[in-house]
C-alpha cells in the first residue's frame, strides 16, 4: 500500500533561464483537486499516471508523445506569452505504509534519446535509474516495475512452474485510476490485457484473495497439459501405423484421434493382420505360420545331403568379419553421439546464461550505469575472469554497450547454430543407426543359415518352390515378431499415456471454482456494493436483485436478474447512463474497503458523469471523505452539469458539493487566474 505526498513538474524554456512548472501536495484521506474546464486538472492527473509508468490506463500507446499534455511537451501560454518547451521533467513523491519515501523523476522532454525509457528513484540519499516499458520490467532487478511492486508491497500472482506473471501492475492499477474520457465506460474500461484470459476476473479474485484464482491457474495449466498428452498419442498411433509399410494391420477398436478409455483398459488391445484378404488375430496369424515353417522346415531337412561345404565356410569367414566390422562402425557411431549429445546438454546450459547476462547489459545500457552492474559481480558474465574495479569514474560510451551486446550475440549466434546442426547431426544418426542395425541382422541371419548349411544334407530332389516359401514365411514371421515386440511398447505408452489424461481430467473436476471461504468474501463484497448503490440512490433496480456473481459469466461482477428473462445480466445494460457510473463509484469504493491487497490509491477523474445528480455527488464526496486510511483523489470542475431531485437540469458548483465536508484537502489549480503552468 502507498500514498501520494506529491507532483510536480518543472519545465524549461527557448530563450529564458525562468523555470516554470508546478507542484501540489496531496494528504491521506480525500483530496479533491477542482479548476474550471481545461484548466488543466486531467494533466495533473496524467504526470501521476507518467511517473507510475501507468501511461497504458490513459488508452493511449507508451510512444506517442500526445501522452501528456502539450503544456508540458511543447508549448503553453503564461500571462498572455506562448513559451516554446526544451526541457521537462515530472516528479512524484509516494510513500509506502512502513514510512518508506521515494522520489520518482521521469522526463517528459529530453534533448537525450531515451529519456523517457528511464525512471530515477531517490531513496535513502541515494539514486538509481531503472528502465521501463521493455523486456522483463517487471522481473528484472533494474526493471522499474519490480522496484514499484517491492516498495508497495505488491506480490502478484505467478505461475509457479513459469515463474511468469498472471497479472501485472497495470492490470492492477486500473482498479484505481480511472480517467475521464473513456474510464467511465465500463468496468476496468483502459485495462490492457496482455493476453491474459480474462484478466479483469483474475483482477477482482486477487483483489479479493479467493482461492480460485490459483485453481483458475492450476486448471488452465492442467488443460494445456492435456492437450500436450493428447498430441503425444495422436502422434503414437501414426507412428505404429508406420512400424512396417509391407504388411497390413490394424489396432481392433483404436480411433486415429484421441478417445478417453478406462485406466488400463488398452493393455487388453488386439492386434489384426491381413492375411490373404482376411483379417486376422496377429498371434493366431503368427501360430498359423509358425506350425506350417515347422512342417516345411522338416520336409526339406529330410531331403538335404552333404555337400561340398569349402565355399561354405569361406563364406562363413567373410560373414563374419564384415559383422565385427559393422559392429565397430556402429559402436563408433554410438560413441560420437553420446559424445555429441553431452556438449549439446552444456551448449544449451551456456546459451541460457549467455541470454541471461545479455538481459543484465540491456538493463545496465538503459540506466547507463554498466560499471554498477559489474561492481556486483565478482567474475566476467562473459569469461568468467575475475573483476577488480579501480574506478568508477570512467565515461561508458554506447559503443562500449554494443561491442559487449554484440560479442555476447555473437556466441549465442554461434551456438544456436551448432544446436540447429545438431538436429540434422541426430536424424543421420538414427537413420545410420538404424541402417547398421539392418544390415548386422541380415548378416546374422545369412551365418545362420551356413550354419544350418554346413549341419545338414541336401538333396538333389529338392524343390526350390519349397525352399522359397521357407524363406517367404521366415522372413514373414521375423516381421510379425518385431511388430508384436512394438505392439506391445505401444500398448503400454498409450496405456500411460491414457491414463495420466485420466488423471488429469479428474484433478479438473475435483477442482471447484469456489469454495465456501470465497462465497463467504463474496457475500461480503456484495454487502458492501449494495451499501454504496443504496446510498448513492440507484434506482434502475431493485438493489436486492442486483448481485455480485459467484459462477461465470459475470463472477465478481454485479449483474441483476431479469425475471422476463429468466436469467442475470451485466448492470451496465440493465442501468440507465447515470446509474451505472453510481455502480462504478460503488464498485470501486466496495473493492478498495474490502480488499487487504489494494494498493490504497483511487483516482477519479470526474465522477459526475451523465449530468449526474446534485445529491448523489454530495454522497459520493461524503462517504469518500470518510475513508481515513486510504489516499482519494477526485478531479471535479469548479462549475458542472447536473440535476436536482426534481430531475431539472441545474449548474452545480463545486462549494455546493463539498459544503457538507469538514474533512478534506481542496487543490485549486487556477486560483492565480493561469492555468497550470506557473513562474516557479
Partial sequence: MFKINFVSSEIYVQGSKKRYGF???????LNIITGQNSSGK??????????????????MSTSKLSLLDKCLTSEFIYKDTTYSVTQSIIRLEIENDKGDIALLERYAVSPVDGDKSVITIYENGKNKKYYIHSHQDHLHKRGFYTWLQSFIGIELPTDNETNKKTLYLQNLFSVCFIEQTKGWSDFMSQMPSFNIKDAKRKLVEYLLSLDCLDDDINKDKLTNERALIINDWNQAVKNFECVDSTLS???????CKFEKSRVDSLINLQLKINIESEWVDVNTAKRNIERYLKKLKADNRKKEKRKDLSSLSERRKELKLQLLKLNRIKLSLERDYTT??????????????????????????????LLSELSDSESC????????IKSLDKEITLNDYESSIKFIDSKISMIKSYLCSFNGYEEDYLKNSCYYESLIYEIRNEIDNIDRDLNSNADNTLCRSKIYAELVNDNLLTKINFLLEKFDLFKIHINDLNTKVVNIDKKIKEIKQFFNNDDKKIVEFQRVFRKYLSDFKYTS?????????????????????NVSAGSAQPIRLASSASDFIRAEWAFYLALME????????????EPGQHAMSLDSMVRLLEKAEKIKDRQLIFAISKLSRGYDQDKVKQKITINELTHTLTSYKEIEIDSDSQKLVSEL
Avoid at 494391420?249 to 480411433?255: A, T
Avoid at 551448449?347 to 540491456?362: F, G, H, P, T, V
Avoid at 433496480?541 to 436478474?561: L, T
Fill in 23 to 29: 507542484k501540489y501536495k496531496f494528504n491521506r484521506g
Fill in 340 to 369: 555429441e549429445k553431452f556438449k549439446i546438454d552444456n551448449y544449451i546450459i551456456n546459451l541460457s546464461r549467455l541470454e541471461e547476462e545479455r538481459l543484465n547489459i540491456i538493463g545496465a545500457r538503459k540506466v547507463d550505469e
Fill in 541 to 561: 433496480n431493485q438493489i436486492d436483485r442486483v448481485n455480485i456473481n459467484n459462477k461465470k459469466p459475470f463472477k465478481v461482477f454485479p449483474s441483476v436478474f
Fill in 594 to 605: 474490502i480488499s487487504k491487497i489494494h494498493p490504497g490509491v483511487l483516482i477519479f477523474d
Fill in 42 to 59: 486531467s494533466s495533473v492527473l496524467s504526470c501521476i499516471y507518467y511517473n507510475l509508468g501507468m501511461e497504458q490506463l490513459l488508452g
Fill in 381 to 388: 558474465p562473459l569469461c568468467d575472469s575475475t573483476i577488480t
Fill in 249 to 255: 494391420y490394424k489396432v481392433n477398436g483404436l480411433s
